[in-house]
């Protein structure tokens, strides 16, 4: 072998060389740019993502649920509160009756009876339900239930409320049970 040769070869032996520690270099960082954490790190990871999830969504059933139930208690307990201040006027009603059984004095019951009334009118008052009236005013089909039409007693009651058969309510201006009227004509 020639000289040339030789060099030529040593030359060609240290380029390879040096060309397989660049590639395994470069293998060991690309290797470990792919994936920097081990694989016990990122199920780990993982898992604790799962299990915040899981947490979360059992947090937000149990709101969903709360809530379904915290709205079921108040439409089922709304009147709770009026009712209770009702029992007053419905236990003097039972005190009325009890006491007609018995008593022979027609005018303390009658002003017994009157006070019940007076206490049921301010409970009503109170929880803002006002009376409709409307004896004696214009017809009004819009605020009015006419059961029947009889002929006016006078000429000026004519189109106008003759009788009222069963009174009319307003809760804080709505109507919630229209009066039902005799009408003259």
């Known amino acids: 072998m020639t000289e040339k040769s030789k060099t030529e070869k040593t030359a060609n032996s240290k380029t390879k060389a040096a060309a397989k520690k660049t590639y395994s270099k470069s293998s060991k960082k690309t290797s470990g740019k792919t994936s920097p954490k081990s694989p016990t790190k990122e199920k780990k990871e993982q898992q604790d ?3 915040k999830y899981l947490r979360l969504s059992a947090d937000f059933d149990n709101y969903r649920k709360r809530t379904l139930k915290e709205k079921a208690d108040l439409t089922k307990f709304a009147g709770e509160e009026i009712l209770r201040d009702f029992l007053p006027v419905a236990d003097d009603m039972d005190r009325a009756i009890q006491s007609m059984e018995t008593t022979r004095d027609l005018q303390s019951l009658e002003k017994g009876i009157l006070l019940i009334s007076s206490k049921l009118s301010d409970f009503l008052t109170k929880e803002g339900i006002q009376e409709i009236e409307c004896l004696h005013k214009s017809f009004d089909p819009e605020s009015h239930e006419a059961l029947t039409k009889i002929p006016a007693p006078k000429k000026n009651l004519k189109g106008k409320v003759i009788d009222v ?8 201006g709505k109507i919630i049970r229209y009066p039902k009227v005799v009408v003259g004509e």
């Open 49 to 51: 993502w799962k299990d």
């Open 165 to 172: 058969i069963e009174k009319g309510y307003y809760l804080k």
